[in-house]
């Protein structure tokens, strides 16, 4: 985060100056990375909220009692979120739902777009595993009236349900409702709106402040020249470029 804003004062202390590009030494530049100040409770607070975020308990756990930060929703409501989140990249939808009941029945019911997606991804599996009768069934119970209800819903049905037309389903327009990307993408959307309801931010903070980095890094690189992250695993300042 240090460096973060260092480069959005550098940045506005450029704006004012001459159109050719300020080169600024690493030695300056370290200087003004010294001079931000960021405490460590802070930092830590960003880590536990990310390790939180993306339901690693253990690695949590651990956290809270090496630096004695508190996360701010009960640990065990994360082992149950994974549990969710496992059944749907599993394909065991029945299961996903119904666990998301026993942790909170308001989820689903005040979220008709997620239960239809819970559905969907149901109606996926069932084609998946050749159950074509059933599949049908389900189809035309379960979400035929959703669709009905909502021009989207019935799209993404038809969509859906179009998967039956072709031999070659994986070469079809709509083959990629059967790859794995089309699970995680319903299992995030399920992960989210548990934690929304848990009062939890859907997002881990982190990675935001990383694409505000290289943005703010973007941004500074047409006015002056600078040492910069180019690699944000090693964080390694590289000297500018004169």
Do not use: C
């Amino acid at each position: 985060m240090s460096l973060f804003w260092s480069v959005i004062r550098q940045l506005a202390e450029i704006e004012a100056m001459a159109t050719s590009k300020k080169v600024i030494t690493r030695d300056e530049w370290e200087k003004k990375l010294n001079d931000v100040k960021i405490r460590k409770e802070d930092m830590n607070k960003l880590v536990m909220n990310f390790l939180v975020t993306e339901g690693y308990v253990d690695a949590a756990e651990k956290f809270r009692m090496e630096s004695g930060t508190e996360p701010d929703i009960d640990l065990a409501t994360i082992t149950d979120r994974m549990a969710v989140k496992k059944a749907v990249q599993s394909g065991n939808v029945e299961d996903a739902i119904e666990k998301v009941n026993d942790l909170n029945p308001e989820i689903l019911d005040t979220n008709p777009q997620l239960f239809f997606h819970l559905q969907q991804q149901r109606l996926i599996e069932l084609i998946r595993n050749g159950k074509i009768e059933e599949a049908l069934e389900f189809a035309q119970e379960e979400l035929a009236p959703r669709g009905e209800e909502n021009q989207s819903f019935l799209e993404e049905l038809e969509r859906t349900v179009a998967l039956l037309a072709f031999e070659d389903v994986k070469n079809s327009p709509v083959g990629d409702l059967l790859d794995i990307s089309q699970r995680l993408k319903t299992a995030s959307e399920v992960n989210a709106a548990i934690l929304t309801s848990q009062s939890h931010e859907k997002d881990p903070k982190l990675p935001s402040l990383l694409r505000m980095l290289l943005w703010a890094q973007n941004q500074l690189d047409e006015k002056a020249a600078y040492p910069r992250i180019t690699d944000l695993f090693t964080a390694t300042l590289e000297d500018p470029a004169v």
